[in-house]
């Protein structure tokens, strides 16, 4: 009977024991307060053994635990010769010994294997595209859909990014997206503030995390917008069709969508080309700063207010400051740094 107490335990104790053996160490427990006081004190150790198992040092733990268990047992056959009943400290070392390591053997290897595998997935799991200032990226994706970043942007995405039920990306700053169709497995883009969903199509995302707006455009095909806090505000997504546009502000969390919008402008920078309408100097220098990774400073701020209305294609950064000067009246410098600084009375 002492055996097949023994064994119940260690069953109990390394989550193997069945129903039916639950129930008959409960009973065999609640029985004798001689059982109850064995199960107990076995139990101390292992728990404490179980804590000790983080520390991931199996060897360091198996001799701890033989060093516990060694010295219960001295104190156990100590007491043994004063005890009533003999049965109560008859305890098999080796059988002990063994089934508390294996149990701490099983714990420690799962917890290591579990924390290892688990930052190894974290490591692997997502793969990331970038396009540093100065330059404009394209990234063919496993479906054969394919993404040009703009400058100073980045997407990220799923290593396994066909297995799961849908294909998504996500985007920080501004992309250009031709999908590849697959009924099965809409395409998503998330974003800080958005998440687009279409089946196959062509379309613009502008996400920069500094900017007040989040903007989609649509060229060709059908999508869905959301902003992403739709399920705490009870809005219906935004069905787009060809040539319409996505506005998001930030500010209110409210979005409008734009229709029959002259689109070229948003999306001119995917065939390399800069597009200004009567945009602010301001503005524009923000664009040249993320186009050929430069800094411009203004000596004079009133600068900022200049309207520009001018179109560049596969142009020199020189050219386009040359344009700039000449239709502003500005004077810029370029310091050793490569820092350029406009300068002048502004066009007021």
Not at 53 to 69: A, M, N
Not at 194 to 212: D, H, I, M
Not at 251 to 266: A, N, P, R, T, Y
Request: glycine share 4%; net charge positive; with cysteine.
């Amino acid at each position: 009977m002492e055996d097949r107490l023994r064994l119940l335990i260690s069953k109990y104790l390394s989550k193997e024991a069945s129903k039916r053996e639950v129930e008959e160490l409960r009973a065999s427990i609640k029985a004798d307060g001689d059982d109850k006081e064995f199960f107990a004190k076995v139990s101390k150790i292992w728990l404490e053994h179980k804590r000790e198992g983080s520390s991931y040092d199996i060897k360091r733990g198996q001799r701890k635990l033989r060093q516990k268990i060694e010295n219960y047992q001295t104190s156990v056959k100590s007491l043994e010769k004063k005890a009533v009943s003999r049965r109560v400290w008859s305890v098999n070392q080796p059988f002990l010994v063994a089934a508390s390591i294996a149990v701490f053997l099983l714990i420690g290897v799962s917890v290591f294997n579990m924390y290892f595998n688990a930052e190894k997935n974290i490591e692997l799991a997502w793969e990331e595209k970038f396009a540093p200032k100065g330059a404009r990226v394209t990234y063919i994706l496993q479906d054969g859909s394919k993404v040009k970043l703009n400058s100073n942007s980045k997407i990220r995405f799923r290593k396994d990014f066909l297995k799961g039920d849908t294909r998504e990306v996500i985007l920080e700053g501004e992309a250009f997206f031709e999908v590849t169709k697959n009924k099965k497995k809409p395409f998503i883009v998330t974003t800080n503030t958005v998440s687009t969903k279409v089946l196959g199509t062509s379309f613009n995302v502008r996400a920069f995390p500094q900017e007040p707006q989040a903007i989609v455009a649509l060229v060709e095909g059908r999508v869905e917008v959301v902003d992403n806090k739709i399920d705490s505000n009870n809005r219906s997504p935004e069905i787009l069709s060809p040539m319409d546009c996505y506005v998001f502000d930030k500010k209110s969390k409210e979005g409008q969508v734009f229709e029959s919008v002259d689109l070229s402008k948003m999306i001119a920078w995917r065939d390399n080309i800069l597009l200004f309408d009567n945009d602010s100097l301001g503005d524009v220098a923000k664009v040249v700063e993320d186009w050929y990774g430069v800094e411009i400073r203004f000596q004079n701020p009133a600068l900022r207010a200049c309207l520009i209305k001018a179109s560049f294609e596969n142009e020199s950064l020189k050219n386009v400051l040359e344009v700039l000067k000449y239709a502003t009246s500005l004077e810029y410098t370029k310091d050793s740094e490569g820092i350029i600084t406009f300068s002048g009375k502004g066009c007021g």
